[in-house]
């Protein structure tokens, strides 16, 4: 999610500007708006974050060498430790820090996105509400009520990356 994301955010040109100032220039000119603000904050926070918990990772279990500082690197070194991660004491401030720099940059590339990005659906049987990154004693909750601990999120949220449930 955050690779695509991040991708996103470098793709990502304000669709009126970019359609108005398309329909005043000539079609064999390559036309180029710069990054929004907001979109090139999204990168960087995002490239923060997962750098921080990399290098956590690193100095806490201090079984590998840091991976290279790009997005996916990151994203694939931090998955293989999930586990460890899910049960680490910080493991809620990891749910939290990522759901938050996916919302902004979710805002970044859709203006018309709401202020928060839900975390996938409730996987409590016969509930089909969504998970928010707010806070509850212990985890997570859905809007149903259901709460959710960090850990199971978070090895949840990998299942779900990677295309099963």
């Known amino acids: 999610m955050l690779p695509g994301l991040y991708a996103d955010c470098a793709e990502w040109r304000s669709r009126r500007g970019f359609d108005e100032l398309c329909t005043r220039v000539h079609a064999s000119c390559e036309v180029s708006t710069p990054l929004t603000d907001e979109a090139v904050d999204a990168r960087f926070a995002i490239r923060g974050i ?3 918990w990399s290098e956590m990772v690193v100095a806490e279990r201090r ?13 694939a070194f931090l998955l293989r430790d999930l586990a460890w991660l ?5 493991a809620g401030d990891f749910v939290i820090e990522l759901a938050e720099v996916a919302a902004d940059a979710t805002r970044a590339i859709d203006r018309e996105s709401s ?3 839900p975390l996938g659906v409730c996987p ?3 509930c089909d509400a ?3 990154p707010d806070r509850v004693p212990g985890g997570i909750a859905c809007s149903a009520g259901h709460l959710l601990r960090y850990d199971r999120w978070l090895l949840l949220s990998s299942a779900f990356a990677e295309g099963r449930r």
């Open 124 to 126: 409590q049987d016969q």
């Open 130 to 132: 969504e998970l928010w």
């Open 50 to 52: 997962l750098a921080s």
């Open 86 to 90: 899910a049960a680490h004491p910080a």
């Open 115 to 117: 202020a928060r990005a």
């Open 63 to 75: 079984c590998r060498r840091a991976p290279r500082r790009e997005v996916a690197d990151m994203v």
